[in-house]
């Protein structure tokens, strides 16, 4: 993954406040670490996606950087209104789906939104689909192992 620098405790302390969220910790250590990343496909591997016969394909996880199409602040604060509690996308796929982290007690994990409805069996009521129980397992299946340096 092409890492895109690092972010200090306090970055990410910012980033809690303005969303109004606290981070699990193993999130926030990818972020300390790597301040998000462009994956490289050659090295990716296809996420299933829940009980779907479908797999996504991680492109991009935000960070906090100047190009808005990668910065994690920035979509966050353009789907705040459509976002539920608890909830911040973190990446894309390829196909252009959110990577969301529910942070809620019931629902934490890591969470595919295709809200272009790509899939056949994404309607209004019911596009999200589960991708694993934290950040490190998602991780860990999208790229077999922690972020390089």
Do not use: C
């Not at 690092?6 to 981070?23: A, K, V």
């Amino acid at each position: 993954m092409e890492r895109f620098g690092t972010l200090s405790q306090q970055d990410i302390l910012q980033i809690e406040n303005r969303l109004n969220i606290r981070l699990p910790d193993d999130y926030k250590e990818f972020l300390k670490d790597t301040n998000g990343g462009i994956f490289d496909q050659s090295a990716a591997t296809p996420v299933p996606v829940g009980s779907l016969d479908e797999a996504i394909y991680p492109d991009v996880l935000f960070g906090i950087v100047e190009k808005n199409e990668l910065d994690l602040l920035y979509w966050n604060e353009k789907y705040s209104d459509e976002l539920l509690e608890g909830a911040v996308l973190i990446g894309f796929d390829l196909m252009q789906g959110f990577i969301v982290l529910m942070t809620g007690a019931e629902n934490s994990g890591i969470y595919y939104w295709d809200d272009a409805y790509h899939f056949a069996a994404s309607d209004d009521a019911g596009n999200m689909y589960r991708l694993a129980d934290d950040f490190a397992s998602f991780y860990k299946m999208a790229f077999g192992g922690k972020a390089r340096r």
